[in-house]
């Protein structure tokens, strides 16, 4: 029935028997203008059958464990559903329907529920978790695979039918450090782990004669010997030893995974050559170094005599010379020469008298008084003369090199003899008078 009064529209739906007449449900309804009309009627007539249906509608309550699953009814998706958000689907009409709950990585659960009119079924769903599968691999290949403890294979493998969860990995490989992963493992899926294991460092231990030599691995210096370099990544490394007044020492030498290598070198002194010539042979030739440690003592001349690389003190000498000292610098690879030429050393004259002192001259060069002088003359001959008031005197000899020599001047004359020395000049000088007299 419709009625307007004034702007409304007032609408009186009633669902009447047609056996009885009895009205089974009535709706109403207001509206205003004719626009709003046909929507009013739709919506009433809807009410209308709802209200009737109820009588033989139920309602469905589906709770999913142990995660959340999508539900489907008669294949249709009506929405998810969980344990602590059941999903309640209301206003069903009795009859059966097919329900099914679905979830990732869980088998799939199906059953024909049958609805009562006024009832409300419950169904708690508890899915089955699918067994999940993992792909091991490793870098290298061919490692040694543990999960839990338990041995499974060589890599690459897989494993199949594995529960959800959390599984621990253990890699080995012989020359490789071990390597440990902890993997997580979900229901219908294929998992997948790489174990990339690294390389067992290796040892080399340096030993060198003499030892404190610097020691360079790849260039870089380690330390100095005896030494043990650790953590050393396989392969091979050049190795070098260096040492003051030393050849350096190079070699390349290989370390393996995990092992130990043992590397010894003597190291040989560096040298030069020492050439001593002199114009006079048979110059002894002495070489020591600062402690005093003689290392050469022979006869000069000689050639290219080997000799450590440094400061040498070089002392030559030979009898009736002078002794020559000097501080000689040998290099590696090179010859130092010396020339030498020693000076004879000179003799020493002393001219000693018995009497007074009397005036010497040697060689017409004034020396001094008897008794005091020490002349220092070169070899060979020399002339010596004294002389006093009453006397004179000469002497000739030959001096050899370094010779001490000592001559004593003849006797003074007596007494008598000097007295007559006066008075013979005394008469000599009356006769020459006399005869300028004359």
């Known amino acids: 029935e419709v009625a307007r009064v004034d702007d409304l529209i007032q609408l009186d739906a009633r669902l009447v028997s047609v056996e009885t007449g009895q009205v089974l449900v009535a709706e109403y309804a207001q509206v205003q203008g004719y626009r709003e009309l046909r929507p009013a009627i739709v919506q009433i ?3 209308l059958e709802m209200k009737y249906l109820r009588r033989w509608m139920g309602n469905l309550a589906v709770s999913v464990q ?14 998810k559903s969980s344990l602590r958000e059941p999903l309640v689907i209301e206003n069903l009409l009795e009859g059966t ?14 059953e024909s529920v049958v609805l009562a009119p006024r009832m409300r079924r419950e169904i708690a769903v508890a899915l089955k978790a699918l067994p999940g599968s993992l792909r091991i691999q490793s870098e290298p290949v061919g490692a040694k695979v543990r999960m839990n403890n338990r041995f499974l294979g060589t890599t690459p493998l897989t494993v199949d039918t594995l529960g959800e969860g959390a599984y621990h990995l253990v890699f080995e490989s012989a020359g490789f450090q071990g390597l440990e992963r902890d ?33 360079f691995v790849d260039d870089r210096r380690m330390g100095t010997t005896p ?42 002194r560096l040298t030069g050559t020492l050439t001593v010539v002199s114009p006079t042979d048979s110059v002894r030739v002495v070489v020591s170094d600062g402690t005093g440690r003689v290392v050469i003592d022979r006869l000069s001349p000689f050639h290219r005599q080997e000799l450590e690389i440094g400061t040498w003190l070089v002392r030559m000498s030979r009898p009736e010379h002078e002794t020559v000292a000097e501080s000689l610098v040998v290099a590696a690879d090179k010859d130092a020469r010396l020339e030498i030429s020693l000076s004879e050393l000179p003799a020493r004259l002393s001219v000693v ?11 017409g060069a004034y020396a001094g008084r008897s008794g005091q002088n020490l002349s220092v003359l070169p070899k060979g001959p020399h002339e010596v003369r004294w002389s006093t008031f009453f006397d004179q005197g000469s002497d000739s000899l030959t001096l050899k090199p370094d010779e001490r020599r000592a001559i004593e001047m003849a006797p003074p004359p007596s007494r008598i003899d000097r007295l007559w020395i006066p008075l013979g000049l005394g008469l000599s000088a009356i006769l020459l008078f006399l005869a300028g007299g004359r």
């Open 45 to 47: 007539s809807k009410a």
């Open 66 to 79: 142990p995660v959340d699953g999508e539900v489907y009814l008669d294949d249709q998706f009506i929405g």
């Open 97 to 110: 329907y097919q329900l099914k709950v679905l979830a990732n990585g869980y088998s799939s659960y199906s």
């Open 183 to 215: 993997v997580a493992v979900r229901s219908g899926q294929q998992s997948e782990v790489k174990g990339v294991l690294k390389v067992l460092p290796g040892m080399l231990t340096v030993g060198s004669a003499p030892e404190g030599a610097d020691v």
């Open 227 to 268: 030494l043990q370099v650790e953590n050393l990544p396989p392969g091979t490394h050049p190795v070098r030893l260096e040492k003051a007044g030393f050849a350096a020492v190079r070699d390349a030498v290989t370390v393996r995974p995990g092992e130990s290598v043992a590397w010894n070198a003597p190291m040989k």
């Open 353 to 363: 008298s018995r009497g007074k002192a009397a005036d010497v001259w040697v060689d």
